[in-house]
């Protein structure tokens, strides 16, 4: 018969509790890093990976509001960061924008929510990568999100849409 274990799930469930450990581990990794190598481009399985975070999210009603755009020009990126105040940031690898569609999602604290899902699958697989990351607000009314309206053209995304958080990566200095 099937090893249970104490909460009555079989062998495989067990395994899985064994890599709750790796997790939790994975959970303390993340920490917001705010200086970064400047001459690290991200390699592609990384791009890859990150991508797939940012799709594996929870959704309300499964309507998928989020967009998302992972900007890797370092120029421009540097610019965007001194404007915002934080140079030191500037020197990441992508910054991942994140916007929200209200025709699709018209209850903006949801949009909110799963941008906060989005940023945290993305903050924590770039942690399963070796890489930092750091979440970067979007205040209503700042130069950032007045930057991030601009770029709605470059990500691709309606102009309707709102930004809602962006995620800077890179590997910590
Ligand atoms: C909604 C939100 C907005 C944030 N905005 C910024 C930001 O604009 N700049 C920044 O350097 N850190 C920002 N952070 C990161 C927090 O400062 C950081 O998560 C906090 O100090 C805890 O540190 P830890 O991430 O290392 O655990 C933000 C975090 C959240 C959740």
Redesign the pocket.
């Known amino acids: 018969m099937e090893k249970r274990n104490a909460h009555g799930k079989g062998e495989g469930a067990l395994l899985k509790e064994e890599g709750r450990v790796e997790f939790k581990e994975l959970l303390e990794k993340?920490?917001?890093v705010?200086s970064y190598r400047n001459d690290r481009p991200l390699k592609e399985e990384e791009r890859e990976r990150i991508l797939l975070a940012a799709t594996l999210v929870p959704s309300a009603m499964n309507k998928r509001p989020l967009r998302t755009y992972l900007l890797e020009d370092r120029g421009l990126i540097k610019r965007i960061l001194e404007e915002?105040g934080?140079p030191s940031?500037g020197d990441c690898s992508a910054l991942l924008l994140v916007y929200g569609d209200p025709e699709v999602q018209p209850y903006r604290p949801f949009l909110d929510q799963e941008a906060?899902s989005l940023a945290e699958n993305v903050m924590l697989m770039a942690a399963s990568l070796g890489l930092g990351t750091?979440?970067?607000?979007v205040h209503e009314g700042a130069p950032f999100e007045e930057r991030l309206l601009a770029l709605r053209k470059t990500a691709g995304v309606e102009e309707r849409c709102l930004p809602l958080?962006a995620v800077a990566i890179g590997e910590a200095l």
């Open positions: 993340r920490r917001s705010r915002k934080q940031i906060g750091v979440w970067l607000g958080a």
